[in-house]
């Protein structure tokens, strides 16, 4: 039900625009995480539909936007001044409104960020 799509290799200090369209139903809460390498799934961003209230790991805010086109039920990820630690696989999730987890996963989209 979550296609995340638009990862991509770029050097350091570019951008790139991961988007994750959403079929089947809308979702109260979606986000963004990501995993590294040998590393645990770290959550980077997450957005409400109703009011576009976002919410931003410290390692990434002033870097990254969460935005949302509810009309095409599609969430973006706009990711600028990229680090090579930013490099991971970037996984959209989403939840209902009373769910206590995220409970639906993308296949995750890898973002490469060369030094």
């Known amino acids: 039900q979550l296609q995340a799509s638009g990862g991509g290799l770029v050097h350091s200090g570019g951008s790139l625009r991961p988007s994750c369209a959403a079929s089947?139903?809308?979702?109260?809460?979606m986000a963004w995480f990501r995993q590294a390498p040998g590393k645990e799934r770290q959550f980077v961003g997450d957005?409400?539909?109703?009011?576009?209230?976002?919410n931003y790991a410290d390692s990434v805010k002033g870097r990254f936007t969460i935005s949302r086109d509810n009309a095409k039920n599609t969430m973006y990820l706009q990711m600028n001044s990229l680090k090579p630690e930013d490099t991971a696989v970037y996984y959209c999730?989403?939840?209902?409104?009373?769910?206590?987890?995220?409970?639906?996963w993308g296949q995750g989209t890898q973002v490469t960020v060369s030094s």
């Open positions: 999730a989403a939840r209902r409104a009373y769910s206590a987890s995220y409970e639906y």
């Open positions: 089947g139903r809308t979702f109260s809460f």
């Open positions: 957005i409400t539909t109703g009011g576009g209230i976002t």
